[in-house]
């Protein structure tokens, strides 16, 4: 097995998506289509990721996981069972319906699953912002009266965006992403959704989409008020961007030639993002480009090195061995 798993990416149409993964990542696209999200590391029912080099290139990661979980995740992790994040580019051509994923007590009444996610913004044209929690004392009747008016936009939360910045989403906290927006978005493995809110736009077949108001406000959390982007320096070699239960992203900023991650074997399974730049993998020379993102096995040591200059994060703590 190689030390790096990457996975072949699964393109998913949107209505609010383009071609922003083509212009800005490089990738081949479906032709005429609207890809709004790469689903790079997937082990979900409906999208299941294929490894697409080295010793396992072929099987999912589910059956990777079946057959190999003690060198991938590390002896303990039960076979088979599904891999814990959800990993995804979204590129936001038009603006996303406003959201919420469930928080754990509300899954209990409504089913699904809670999600906690984390974006990374990669591209932000002029004007781009994200739509993110309820501006300050915004209560629950004058929200619903908003829906009813078709003037609920007043009410959220909108922070303008630039590369570089990121925000972290708890379940219940209400968000959108506005146009404009190539974004890295680490969650955990669910994709329980909850509509409040579409900008009466219709779906890819013309109709309205399926809007899930009762849901919605049972999930909202009502006193999260007017959240702050997180902002970095480029100065900075590494700094925690979030953490949670759920994972631990860092971001690193890596010189050519100075810049060596060292991920030592049997600590824990990790994730690799390559924002911006390229990695090459000492031992074997294999090369991590921009967009890329990857797994690094449990029982692997491997050192990673900036060819150019290199932004990158890292993911972990998705699972102690």
Excluded at 71 to 76: A, K, N, R, S, V
Excluded at 126 to 134: D, M, N
Aim: proline residues 7%; aromatic residues 8%.
């Amino acid at each position: 097995m190689k030390d790096i798993t990457l996975f072949q990416p699964i393109y998913q149409e949107r209505v609010w998506g383009g071609r922003g993964l083509q212009t800005h990542l490089g990738r081949s696209l479906p032709p005429g289509k609207l890809i709004g999200e790469s689903w790079d590391i997937s082990d979900r029912p409906e999208a299941r990721s294929i490894i697409a080099g080295g010793d396992l290139k072929g099987l999912t990661l589910q059956q990777a996981l079946e057959k190999h979980s003690d060198t991938l995740m590390g002896p303990d992790y039960p076979p088979g069972q599904p891999f814990p994040l959800l990993v995804k580019w979204l590129d936001c051509r038009q603006r996303l319906s406003l959201q919420v994923h469930p928080p754990a007590k509300a899954t209990v009444s409504l089913g699904g699953e809670s999600k906690t996610e984390y974006w990374y913004i990669s591209v932000a044209e002029p004007e781009a912002k994200i739509l993110v929690g309820l501006k300050k004392g915004v209560t629950r009747p004058q929200f619903e009266a908003a829906l009813q008016k078709n003037t609920v936009e007043s009410l959220v939360h909108q922070i303008p965006t630039s590369p570089g910045d990121s925000m972290f989403l708890q379940s219940g906290r209400l968000h959108a992403i506005d146009a404009g927006n190539l974004i890295l978005e680490i969650q955990e493995n669910s994709d329980t959704t909850y509509r409040v809110y579409d900008w009466d736009r219709p779906g890819l077949d013309g109709k309205p989409r399926q809007l899930h108001i009762e849901e919605s406000l049972q999930c909202i959390d009502w006193s999260d008020f007017e959240p702050e982007a997180i902002h970095t320096e480029p100065g900075n070699k590494e700094q925690i961007l979030a953490s949670c239960p759920s994972f631990r992203i860092r971001k690193f900023n890596l010189k050519p030639g100075q810049g060596i991650l060292k991920l030592c074997r049997r600590e824990q399974a990790r994730l690799i993002h390559v924002v911006t730049g390229c990695l090459r993998e000492a031992e074997t020379g294999g090369l991590l480009k921009k967009g890329d993102n990857a797994l690094l096995p449990y029982e692997k040591t491997i050192f990673l090195e900036a060819v150019e200059d290199t932004v990158a994060l890292l993911t972990d703590n998705f699972y102690l061995a």
